[in-house]
């Protein structure tokens, strides 16, 4: 793991915003192989790593701009590279080209204050096959730090990594709470070959974890602080649970929310619970 000293250095360097400026490229997995990195790969040999999970609420434009669908027709992106307002954004279901596929407009957006969330509205409700992805709320920022991530980038591919801290970041005259994750050389066993370096071109796409076996939305990706993937490089996405409460605001004013998981009162069960199993030891160690 990369020391804490370290990522407050690396925060000092002038981060990269992800615009497709240099190249519309393709994130970096460690062991990329198509059958199994590749959503709509369609060899024979396929092995998807995300075939357990729901992927169809991430959508894109024309040009190649996401948007990660929270709700009937709200969805999630960078601010600084996001579907503009007139554009169309397609969502495919299941993990096959081939397909069903919708196309919506979108009929406006705005930004979440200071940050690079942009949410963004369709002109229409989406088709109910396409998923809505609720948001991880867990009682403390400490409680996300080694969640393992399943982080999707162009082109149309998915592969891991783990969240090894949330700080503060400014870029591209957006500041922010981030989430962030590195390019370490399989320091965490569990992620291995499907490792993830987040380059220009994903800006706006999701990271996702998984919550009671379903994908919950965690971070949008919005920097970095390499433009290829070298050693010890860090992704950062912008760390959308922080946000809940704005992001909620601006769907209520169309009459919908987010869902949250857990529910609150399943977090206060849960807090309860540990507190029993607490004193029950405490009990246990008295003389």
Known sequence: MIALTHFMKTLLIALIVL??????????????????HGRFYAGADKNFIGAL??????????????ATLVSDNYFISAA?????????????????PKGTK??????????????????????TTVNPSIERYPILTLPENKDYVGLELYNYGKQDIVG??????????????STGFVAGYDYDNHDVLSVGGDETYIITGDSGAPSFTVFDSNLTLLGIHW???????????ISYDTFVPKYFDEVNAVLASGGQSLEAVPEPDMIWYLMVIAGALVLQRRRHALP
């Not at 600084?80 to 096959?96: E, I, K, R, S």
């Not at 920097?223 to 490089?233: F, I, K, L």
């Open 223 to 233: 920097s970095h602080t390499s433009s290829v993937a070298v050693e010890g490089a």
């Open 53 to 66: 999970y729901d992927f169809s609420g991430v959508g894109y434009s024309s040009d190649g701009r996401w």
């Open 19 to 36: 615009f497709p400026a240099i190249a519309n490229g393709t994130m970096t997995i460690r062991n990329y192989s198509a059958a199994r």
């Open 160 to 173: 891991r990594n783990v969240v090894e801290f949330l700080c503060s970041s400014s870029c591209g005259g």
């Open 102 to 123: 919708y196309t919506y407009t979108v009929a406006g957006g705005t930004k979440i204050g200071s940050t690079d969330l942009w949410i963004g509205w369709f002109d």
């Open 80 to 96: 600084h590279l996001h579907p503009a307002t007139a554009q169309t954004v397609t969502f495919y279901t299941g993990n096959d």
